[in-house]
């Protein structure tokens, strides 16, 4: 079967850094994908790494390792505003249209 | 530039009817994907349609239908409707080459009674 594993929900203070993991077990790999819900929106597209290593964009970074199955979403310099739902979701086939996410992890920053 | 369309945004059937769901992607991009989202089962991957061409299937059952047209808009057809069925469907669409970057539409919220 094909499975992503991330916590199901994370809690932290305003300024503060929190990293969401995410492990995968998946038939076929072609990158790992972030992507942040607040509730009653849409997904939006927060990061892609297709090789291993750490991508920066801003206040959030994200790192795979493949070897590993392993990857993960690091937030820093938290503001209210992210508090959301952050999926992620791996390409396991050539076609980008096709993703296997995570169930999500609802992080709740207090102030 | 104007983001993925979806329509309807809220609806309400019955058990037993059949829905059809709209969707127009950015303009350029000829990909576009379906997914369900659901409380217990979060995104799950629907069907993908490529230059009127369904590119790859999930894991649901033949109720489950769609298409896409010569100006890259798709429609998603749910035939025979169950109480499960009851979900979020949203609409992605991405450009050719753009790895791992899916624009969302806001979602078709779909009530089954």
């Known amino acids: 079967g094909q499975s992503l594993e991330q916590p199901s929900e994370v809690t932290a203070v305003e300024g503060a850094i929190v990293q969401i993991n995410c492990t995968y077990q998946t038939s076929g790999f072609y990158g790992l994908s972030w992507y942040q819900q607040h509730d009653g929106g849409a997904p939006t597209f927060l990061s892609y790494?297709?090789?291993?290593g750490l991508e920066e964009t801003g206040r959030f970074s994200s790192f795979l390792s493949r070897s590993d199955s392993y990857g993960y979403l690091l937030l820093q310099e938290l503001q209210m505003k992210d508090s959301a739902s952050y999926f992620c979701?791996?390409?396991?086939?050539?076609?980008?249209?096709?993703?296997?996410f995570g169930k999500g992890t609802k992080l709740s920053v207090k102030p | 530039k104007a983001g993925v369309t979806q329509t309807p945004r809220y609806l309400i059937k019955t058990r037993g009817q059949q829905v059809t769901l709209s969707c127009s992607p950015i303009s350029g991009h000829r990909s576009v994907s379906w997914y369900q989202q659901t409380p217990g089962q979060g995104l799950q991957f629907l069907f993908e349609?490529?230059?009127?061409?369904?590119?790859n299937k999930g894991n649901f059952p033949g109720r489950f239908s769609g298409r896409q047209f010569s100006n890259s808009r798709s429609e998603m057809n749910v035939s025979t409707l169950e109480l499960g069925d009851s979900a979020l469907y949203l609409c992605?669409?991405?450009?050719?080459?753009?790895?791992?970057?899916?624009?969302f539409g806001e979602g078709s919220r779909l009530t089954v009674l």
């Open positions: 790494n297709a090789l291993d």
């Open positions: 349609y490529f230059s009127e061409t369904q590119r």
């Open positions: 992605a669409s991405s450009a050719e080459g753009a790895a791992g970057e899916l624009f």
């Open positions: 979701a791996v390409r396991v086939r050539g076609s980008q249209g096709n993703l296997i």
